[in-house]
């Protein structure tokens, strides 16, 4: 992370050229998560998101000024959380569920939208094929929502995966739980410092990417008639 940043003051050109190929994932991955929030919310019976104007695949909506410059300076940030009123729910741990998770899966289709579309894009403009920088910014797009995805699953507070946790275990194991809650904070911070999301997530977001390039490459070759 050091060494990234400290490469982009002593060449400045690379600093342009990062936040040229990763601003485009960036904008499209926290979007699409938050506004899946808000639609999961009222969806679920909680108008509060869409009411304060949070329910909208309008960027500056969802862009909180700190988190957007960490996530494209340094690769971990966070957007403005989508405001939701539990009490609205018609079952509430159904609904928190499907809230929880609506912004991870939302990131997945969209990872895996903008894999197809690379090559299929690529089948249909031939030019495209010889255009590193068109590669570059369509894979960052599928590794930013992949990225949000995998880290949102982590079963921390205040993460997303904090709450399918709480909805399968809290009956049984609540004091776990509620350690979690009341310490997610200070070990995800932990974590970041020494750098162990990171085992967690590269092999993930690796495997992910993997699997999504080889069926793009099949729909590839299967609209070019190889």
Same mark, same amino acid.
């Given at each position: 992370m050091i060494s990234r940043i400290m490469g982009w003051f002593t060449d400045p050109g690379q600093l342009l050229q990062g936040v040229v190929f990763v601003l485009p994932g960036i904008l499209i991955g926290l979007t699409v998560h938050e506004w899946a929030h808000a639609f999961a919310a009222? %969806?679920?019976?909680?108008?509060? @998101?869409?009411?304060?104007?949070r329910m909208t695949l309008n960027p500056f909506a969802h862009l909180d000024p700190i988190g957007f410059l960490a996530l494209?300076?340094?690769?971990?940030?966070?957007?403005?959380?989508?405001?939701?009123?539990?009490?609205?729910?018609?079952?509430? %741990?159904?609904?928190?569920? !499907?809230?929880s998770l609506a912004g991870i899966t939302m990131n997945f289709l969209t990872a895996l939208v903008f894999m197809l579309l690379t090559y299929l894009l690529m089948a249909l403009v031939p030019s495209l094929r010889a255009s590193s920088n068109y590669w570059y910014i369509m894979a960052e797009i599928v590794i930013v929502n992949l990225s949000l995805m995998v880290f949102n699953l982590i079963p921390i507070y205040p993460l997303d995966g904090?709450?399918?946790?709480?909805?399968?275990?809290?009956?049984? @194991?609540? %004091?776990?739980?509620?350690?979690?809650?009341? &310490?997610?904070?200070? !070990?995800?911070?932990?974590?970041? !410092?020494?750098?162990?999301?990171? &085992?967690i997530l590269s092999p993930l977001v690796n495997w992910f990417y993997s699997w999504m390039n080889a069926l793009g490459q099949r729909l590839f070759l299967l609209i070019i008639g190889i």
């Amino acid at each position: 992370m050091i060494s990234r940043i400290m490469g982009w003051f002593t060449d400045p050109g690379q600093l342009l050229q990062g936040v040229v190929f990763v601003l485009p994932g960036i904008l499209i991955g926290l979007t699409v998560h938050e506004w899946a929030h808000a639609f999961a919310a009222f %969806k679920c019976g909680d108008p509060t @998101a869409k009411n304060m104007g949070r329910m909208t695949l309008n960027p500056f909506a969802h862009l909180d000024p700190i988190g957007f410059l960490a996530l494209l300076l340094v690769g971990f940030g966070w957007a403005k959380p989508v405001p939701v009123t539990t009490r609205n729910f018609r079952h509430f %741990k159904r609904d928190d569920l !499907i809230v929880s998770l609506a912004g991870i899966t939302m990131n997945f289709l969209t990872a895996l939208v903008f894999m197809l579309l690379t090559y299929l894009l690529m089948a249909l403009v031939p030019s495209l094929r010889a255009s590193s920088n068109y590669w570059y910014i369509m894979a960052e797009i599928v590794i930013v929502n992949l990225s949000l995805m995998v880290f949102n699953l982590i079963p921390i507070y205040p993460l997303d995966g904090s709450h399918v946790l709480e909805n399968l275990l809290m009956s049984r @194991a609540p %004091k776990f739980c509620l350690f979690l809650r009341n &310490y997610g904070r200070y !070990i995800m911070l932990a974590c970041l !410092i020494f750098g162990l999301f990171s &085992y967690i997530l590269s092999p993930l977001v690796n495997w992910f990417y993997s699997w999504m390039n080889a069926l793009g490459q099949r729909l590839f070759l299967l609209i070019i008639g190889i």
